[in-house]
């Protein structure tokens, strides 16, 4: 029998005609499809999701491709060599993307679920310009030689495309290699094809195991959110793996007070941790959806800090060649002295306690 989440990959709504099942396409819309040779497609499941005649809908915006993917004024050329330090002298396999010293990212596939119009790994994952070899065991034999390496965080494409079959091997090979002592996922899929989150999936990677498994998804408006993720999330939770969520800042999706607050109340509603916020990476050909860098401190300012619990705050943070740079809003300490700190809160309120000399 064939699973759900299999069919789902085989009908991905990839052309014009299929996506006129779901919407009525503006006229910028197929335009941008007939024109611009791009990869693209969403899952009948996520395109259901999809507001039917409002072309600003935030689903649409980060699935269909738009005319305004062929500007290119601010974001930087052959981005992801200089993001991933591709170009630096340790030798890695094309699979290992590294920037610190105890952990790196493995990327594993170049599909998806969906094809997010501001990713920005589009260079491999969309463009296709960038061709990686992604030779799995190359990559668990350089993890088992670096013995500084405790924490791998798999990527792609989206891993948890692979079969069942697949993840076993990868996470059974991980957690046999001595000095691993984390294995993280990066997948939209709880998100766009919450289908593949089966009882399969569950018995590949889940279960007590002192190597643990963190899954960070991506969920960018409230919006994505059902019932069937809160299921999914739930699922994953039951079988041992801990859900984060890694948001992407994008204009005109969620960087206004209100979509900001929900977004991040609503994944605690169905039980994901807020993870980050990432600044929309400057990677070629995605302008239209970068706002400007300070955006992203001032919302959790303005919609997150103190408005709501602790448990909804991400970590806003500026990914680059040197690893994630923290970008928070800076406005609490309002003054200090050898005697005592001033203070403010997210209402403007002042106050003052000791300090300690050292
Ligand atoms: C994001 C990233 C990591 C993981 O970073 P955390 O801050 O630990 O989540 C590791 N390696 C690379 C290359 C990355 O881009
Ligand atoms: S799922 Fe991830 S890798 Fe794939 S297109 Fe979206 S952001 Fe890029």
Not at 13 to 27: A, G, P
Not at 91 to 117: K, L, M, N, W
Not at 269 to 294: K, L, M, N, Q
Request: charged share 30%.
């Amino acid at each position: 029998m064939i699973e759900e989440w299999v069919k789902q990959m085989q009908n991905q709504v990839n052309s014009i005609e299929k996506l006129e099942k779901y919407i009525n396409l503006s006229d910028d819309e197929r335009h941008a499809i007939e024109k611009l040779n791009t990869r693209w497609g969403v899952s009948p499941y996520f395109a259901s999701l999809m507001d039917k005649d409002d072309p600003e809908c935030p689903i649409r915006k980060q699935v269909i491709p738009s005319i305004k993917e062929r500007v290119n004024e601010y974001g930087m050329n052959n981005y992801l060599v200089w993001k991933e330090n591709r170009a630096t002298e340790e030798a890695r396999p094309d699979s290992i993307a590294r920037q610190y010293h105890d952990r790196i990212a493995f990327t594993v596939t170049e599909t998806c679920g969906i094809y997010c119009r501001h990713c920005f790994r589009k260079e491999l994952v969309v463009d296709r310009d960038l061709k990686l070899r992604m030779d799995v065991k190359e990559g668990l034999e350089w993890i088992s030689n670096h013995p500084e390496i405790r924490d791998v965080l798999i990527t792609g494409g989206d891993p948890l495309l692979l079969s069942d079959d697949k993840l076993k091997y990868l996470v059974t090979s991980l957690r046999d290699i001595p000095h691993i002592e984390m294995i993280r996922i990066g997948s939209r899929l709880p998100i766009v094809l919450p289908q593949r989150i089966t009882d399969g999936l569950k018995k590949a990677i889940g279960g007590y195991h002192k190597v643990p498994v963190w899954i960070n998804t991506q969920c960018n408006h409230p919006k994505e959110i059902t019932e069937q993720t809160a299921r999914a999330i739930y699922e994953l939770m039951s079988c041992g793996i801990n859900v984060g969520n890694q948001a992407v800042l994008l204009k005109g999706i969620n960087d206004d007070v209100d979509t900001f607050r929900e977004l991040h109340q609503k994944l605690l509603r169905i039980r994901i941790r807020p993870y980050y916020v990432f600044y929309c990476e400057p990677a070629p050909g995605i302008d239209h959806f970068r706002t400007p860098v300070e955006k992203g401190a001032e919302l959790i300012r303005d919609a997150l800090r103190g408005h709501t619990t602790g448990l909804a705050q991400p970590m806003y943070v500026l990914a680059t060649n040197i690893g994630k740079v923290p970008l928070m809003p800076d406005y609490y300490i309002v003054g200090k002295n050898e005697k005592e700190y001033a203070l403010r809160n997210h209402k403007g309120e002042e106050t003052k306690i000791p300090n300690m000399p050292a």
